[in-house]
């Protein structure tokens, strides 16, 4: 753990950071199943006060499922994906409307933002994305960001939105990112039992580790503090400070206080490599040899056809692929400058065997993550 000085002094970015992505689950916004308009309005109340000081917000907001039960008539969250896409689809109209006319009582807009899997895994996709996030936010509007769940499934199975809320962090250069939930931070043992006791701080590597080892993420019971630690993860390794409170608290935890802390593990990450590593699906995996290896990992070079020896996948080139030792280790990621289709031809070759318009390496350096 850090002093308690460094703590203090890392901890008041909060309260001045100049932009900061909130994340509040379904869990925080209902009550008994429904919608709590009560619960709405406290955050808005807190989000206002931030964009009147002049900082500014960007909201990551789960709940569209809630808000469709009661108009489908449903008597409590439905189980078949069928009918949480219908309410998704009914839910995120309301939801929507339920935040646009909390936030103009202080005569703010809000811009609505859905987003799939496949938006951040495309390139092409993430980077309007940030167009659009910033072109929103110079134009002072709100941006309150859902996972589209009518056509996504992946938020729907797994019941949160804390991942794409770290993705999003890095997407608009966030300088902060607190996660809202049910319970007022990360625990040492399950809160609801006699003896535990509050994390405070998380300021290393290593201590992140420990909470993961130990297996922190149980102790609500619903895997929903485990998802909020690997978000943390991500935000952190990529220079971005987080806070994890309950909704409640959620003016104190602006401002710093109360809660979990995670402090930046890292340094801030390049747009396109975080982009790599964190928001894009392997389409197929290169397999090297022990040389190949040692070049991408220990000497950070380009990786050449000839230190391939095995290609599997559908991709084309762009795309992202895995690199992997002969043992199967998946050792980086990267984008490759070939087809799968042209690959078997190439592989052991070296560069000069090759005809001249497909002399290049296969995964450049500069378009490589290592693990």
């Known amino acids: 753990m850090t002093t308690t000085e460094a703590v203090v002094v890392t901890r008041s970015a909060l309260a001045t950071a100049g932009r900061t992505v909130v994340k509040v689950g379904s869990s925080s916004l209902t009550y008994r199943g429904r919608l709590d308009p009560a619960r709405i309005e406290s955050l808005v109340d807190a989000l206002a006060a931030r964009r009147a000081a002049g900082q500014q917000v960007v909201l990551v907001s789960s709940g569209a499922i809630a808000a469709g039960i009661g108009p489908l008539g449903l008597k409590s969250r439905p189980r078949d994906l069928a009918t949480q896409q219908a309410a998704a689809s009914v839910g995120q109209l309301l939801l929507a409307e339920r935040y646009a006319a909390a936030f103009a009582r202080h005569g703010l807009t809000v811009g609505q933002v859905l987003l799939t899997a496949d938006d951040l895994h495309r390139r092409g996709h993430y980077r309007n994305a940030v167009r659009t996030f910033e072109r929103l936010l110079a134009l002072g509007v709100i941006p309150i960001v859902n996972e589209n769940d009518t056509v996504a499934t992946h938020e729907i199975r797994f019941g949160d939105n804390d991942r794409l809320a770290a993705l999003v962090a890095h997407l608009v250069q966030a300088d902060a990112l607190v996660l809202l939930s ?64 309950d909704a409640a608290s959620i003016s104190a935890g602006l401002g710093g206080i109360g809660g979990t802390f995670f402090a930046p593990l890292g340094r801030r990450t390049a747009s396109r490599l975080f982009w790599l590593r964190h928001a894009t699906t392997p389409r197929g995996r290169l397999v090297l040899d022990p040389g190949a290896v040692t070049a991408v990992i220990v000497k950070r070079t380009s990786l050449l056809p000839a230190g391939i020896t095995a290609v599997t996948g559908d991709f084309s080139s762009g795309d992202p692929v895995e690199l992997a030792d002969e043992g199967g280790v998946v050792v980086a990621r990267g984008l490759v400058a070939f087809d799968s289709d042209d690959m078997p031809a190439l592989l052991g070759k070296r560069t000069r065997d090759l005809p001249q318009e497909l002399r290049r390496e296969a995964v450049h350096r500069d378009d490589l993550i290592v693990w």
């Open 182 to 245: 049910d319970i007022d931070g990360l625990y040492s043992s399950d809160p609801r039992k006699p003896g535990a006791e509050l994390v405070s701080d998380i300021s290393s590597v290593e201590d992140l580790a420990l909470v993961r080892v130990g297996g922190v993420g149980s102790n609500i019971g619903t895997g929903g503090m485990a998802t909020k630690i690997d978000a943390a993860g991500i935000a952190t390794g990529a220079g971005i400070p987080v806070l994890l409170t």
